[in-house]
């Protein structure tokens, strides 16, 4: 087992116990007590727990549990199939562009049947699937399946980032608000994502409206580190211009009409 798969084990340990003594996670997870206390040391640096004496707790109130996928795929589906439509409008002939795994960004995948000289690079296998019946060029990150999500989560040892040389990134996020950037449940859905922002020239953040002002467990990245967010009509008009204030530039879709803050 990675570090990183660790560490989601222990996050959940604690979502359901929500206290976990150092020497039962050694125990339970089957590595050393010094293993154990360096992915302690890891989460409590990246705020996600705090530390007692023999044990370890949740840190503050932020939610580490991820809805289902199948709860997520019907929810607020009208708006997230008007934000693809969107995002699908700000891409163009011979860019090449990551789509990330999600629910809403699935929908983006939908629309791009109308390009014939696009390239897709994704970790979504509902996005590949969606893309099966084209012509396009499409790249799966190569990794480790995630099969709650439908996802390949890589780490850079697994899957050679350095050689994307990405147009536009299509990033989901479950939570995002102005102090703490992008936030999501995974760490290794996380750290891929990390690995997208750092090589591409253009990112969207890609989210509906409830997903604003909501912090989860782990940092993505913060909103100076991205070129935009597209979002659905529900936003309030008073919140969109709290980020443009920022200087986040958010793209409104609304029933396949667009609406720009900036």
Do not use: W
Not at 64 to 70: A, C, G, K, M, V
Not at 156 to 179: H, M, P, Q, W, Y
Not at 200 to 208: G, L, Q, S, Y
């Amino acid at each position: 087992m990675y570090p990183i798969e660790r560490q989601n084990k222990i996050l959940e340990i604690l979502a359901e116990e929500k206290i976990a003594k150092i020497n039962l996670l050694s125990t339970r997870l089957g590595v050393s007590m010094e293993t154990i206390r360096r992915d302690i040391h890891v989460l409590a640096q990246q705020g996600l727990i705090t530390k007692f004496y023999g044990g370890i707790k949740l840190a503050g109130e932020a939610s580490i549990r991820e809805t289902s996928l199948s709860v997520r795929m019907s929810e607020n589906r009208s708006h997230k199939e008007e934000i693809g439509l969107l995002c699908a409008d700000l891409i163009e002939e011979r860019d090449t562009v990551f789509i990330d795994s999600g629910t809403t960004t699935l929908h983006i995948a939908k629309h791009l049947k109308k390009f014939k000289h696009i390239t897709v690079v994704t970790n979504s296998i509902p996005v590949l699937l969606e893309l099966l019946d084209t012509d396009l060029n499409v790249i799966i990150i190569g990794g480790k399946l995630r099969q709650s999500e439908n996802s390949i989560t890589s780490l850079n040892f697994l899957f050679n980032f350095d050689r994307l040389n990405i147009t536009k990134a299509f990033i989901c996020t479950s939570g995002v608000s102005i102090e703490s950037g992008l936030s999501d449940y995974n760490m290794e859905e996380v750290q891929t994502r990390q690995q997208i922002i750092q090589r591409a020239k253009t990112i969207f953040a890609v989210t509906d409206h409830t997903k604003f002002e909501k912090d989860v467990a782990v940092k993505v990245c913060g909103l100076e580190d991205i070129d935009g967010i597209v979002t659905d009509g529900q936003i309030l008009p008073a919140l969109a211009a709290k980020y443009r204030t920022k200087g986040v530039e958010i793209y409104i879709a609304e029933k396949s009409e667009v609406s720009f803050f900036d």
